[in-house]
């Protein structure tokens, strides 16, 4: 059983910076291609960014540009480096497999709060 621990969110201002990381408890790199998701209040939750274990990224077209996911395989852990971020940003962000989450997988996630 995998277990993924999300941190590094907190409240920002408008064009700040944070970096969020996920710490798995399995090997990521057996895992294979994982993903950053949110979800605003009142709002479904939504892929982020997706890294694929050789390395290969996507991004949601709301972040491209200003988010930046990778991976460090002998840390067990995927990091999203949020650049100029916006109020629009604010969200709970959980990591999971990529493109299809296991519903058993999601965590606590880590609050991010964007102001303007």
């Known amino acids: 059983q995998v277990q993924l621990v999300e941190s590094g969110g907190g409240l920002v201002q408008a064009g700040g910076s944070l970096r969020l990381s996920c710490a798995a408890s399995?090997?990521?790199?057996?895992?294979?291609?994982m993903g950053w998701y949110r979800q605003a209040p009142g709002k479904q939750r939504e892929v982020v960014a997706g890294?694929?274990?050789?390395?290969?990224?996507n991004y949601a077209d709301s972040v491209k540009g200003r988010f930046t996911i990778s991976r460090d395989n002998a840390k067990n852990t995927v990091y999203l480096q949020m650049n100029s971020l916006k109020p629009e940003d604010t969200a709970v962000y959980y990591c999971?497999?990529?493109?299809?989450?296991?519903?058993?997988?999601w965590g606590q996630g880590t609050q991010v709060t964007v102001s303007s």
């Open positions: 890294i694929r274990d050789v390395g290969n990224t």
């Open positions: 999971n497999l990529y493109p299809i989450p296991i519903e058993a997988y």
């Open positions: 399995g090997s990521i790199f057996r895992i294979g291609a």
